[in-house]
């Protein structure tokens, strides 16, 4: 069973720190990873994806990737009451066309 | 460009009804996806076309659901004599054959009373 791991939150952070997400994946033959944001009632939204190791910027996003520990994180900085939001972690899975997401974890930047 | 379309929105259906819902994807993208996702969770892989092509389906699928993409265009999914438990959002996502991001659709959701 491949899986995708995520901290259900909620992640609490004031306006202007920095919101770090994290995600484990099983699937040492993963080699895309991708970060989803969801508001309430909405689709997911992408808004960063990776597939090397090392870091990805992205404006106030970083996507970072650590292939021997099989995790990848999301770092974003100067967080604003509008990434208030649940954050879905995806790896595709290798092998087949699927990709497996994470139950995602919900932010909450407080004003 | 428009993104990804997905008719009806919302759809409300007695138990044992059968629904169609269609999905429009972003005109160059030849793979199409179909996603379930109830509260709480994160969307659950259905089924994949890479052009009209169904290439994965995944083993959640009972035989109650069908997917189709005939021309490599738009996909329907139908879900026959519906049950409670298919009450979710049903959602679609494109992606390019160069690359793996995919993109979603607004999603259907559906309830079954």
């Known amino acids: 069973q491949k899986e995708v791991e995520q901290n259900s939150g909620p992640l609490s952070v004031p306006e202007g720190a920095i919101a770090s997400l994290n995600c484990t994946y099983s699937d040492r033959g993963s080699q895309s990873f991708f970060w989803y944001r969801q508001y309430s009632g909405k689709s997911p939204e992408l808004i960063m994806f990776i597939y090397s190791n090392g870091d990805k910027e992205d404006g106030r996003f970083t996507a970072q990737l650590n292939k021997a520990s099989q995790y990848v994180s999301l770092l974003i900085r100067d967080s604003q009451p509008s990434d208030s939001a649940t954050y879905l972690c995806a790896v595709k899975a290798s092998g087949t066309y699927k990709y497996i997401f994470g139950t995602g974890t919900r932010l909450k930047v407080l004003a | 460009d428009t993104g990804v379309s997905q008719d009806p929105r919302h759809k409300i259906t007695k138990r044992g009804q059968n629904v169609t819902f269609r999905c429009d994807p972003i005109?160059?993208?030849?793979?199409l996806y179909w996603y379930r996702q109830t509260l709480g969770q994160g969307p659950e892989f259905l089924t994949y076309f890479q052009n009209e092509a169904q290439l994965e389906k995944s083993r959640l699928l009972s035989d109650r659901f069908s997917a189709e993409r005939p021309k490599g265009s738009f996909s329907t999914l139908e879900i026959q004599r519906t049950e409670q438990g298919d009450s979710a959002m049903y959602l679609c996502?494109?992606?390019?054959?160069?690359?793996?991001?995919?993109?979603f659709g607004p999603g259907t959701r559906l309830t079954v009373t």
């Open positions: 996502a494109s992606s390019h054959s160069r690359g793996h991001e995919q993109y």
């Open positions: 005109s160059e993208h030849n793979r």
